[in-house]
Nanobody, 119 residues
Framework: QVQLVESGGGLVQAGGSLRLSCAAS????????MGWYRQAPGKQRELVAQ???????NYADFVKGRFTISRDNAKNTVYLQMNSLKPEDTAIYYC?????????????WGQGTQVTVSS
C-alpha cells in the first residue's frame, strides 16, 4: 500500500504559477512511476506529466514548455511546477503513483487538489 498527500493547489491569475507537491509513504520500494493527472468538470481524467523509473519525463502536449515535473527520491515526493497558467488549466489535479511487482501493477491516487486559474 502507498499513501499519498498532496498540497499546493489554489487560485491564481492567468499567467501565474503554482507548484504542486505529493509525498508518498508506505510501500515506496515498489514505485515504478509517479505523475500528475487532472480532471476538469464534465471531462475525463487526463495525464498531465509522469516520471517513470529510468526514463525521461513524459508530458501531455497541452503543458509542454509550461509545466515541469520533478521527483525527489530522498523525500519520496513528486512535484509539478506550473508556469504560464491558463484558465483552461483549471481542474482538480491528482497525484498518481504506480507500483510494480513480479506479478501485479497497482495505481494509487492522491486526494486531489483544486487549481483554479482566473482570466
Amino acid at each position: 500500500q502507498v499513501q499519498l498527500v498532496e498540497s499546493g493547489g489554489g487560485l491564481v491569475q492567468a499567467g501565474g504559477s503554482l507548484r504542486l507537491s505529493c509525498a508518498a509513504s508506505g510501500s515506496i520500494f515498489r514505485i515504478s512511476a509517479m505523475g500528475w493527472y487532472r480532471q476538469a468538470p464534465g471531462k475525463q481524467r487526463e495525464l498531465v506529466a509522469q516520471i517513470t523509473n529510468g526514463r525521461s519525463p513524459n508530458y501531455a502536449d497541452f503543458v509542454k514548455g509550461r509545466f515541469t515535473i520533478s521527483r525527489d527520491n530522498a523525500k519520496n515526493t513528486v512535484y509539478l511546477q506550473m508556469n504560464s497558467l491558463k484558465p483552461e488549466d483549471t481542474a482538480i489535479y491528482y497525484c498518481n503513483v504506480r507500483t510494480s511487482g513480479p506479478y501485479r501493477t497497482d495505481d494509487y491516487w492522491g486526494q486531489g487538489t483544486q487549481v483554479t486559474v482566473s482570466s
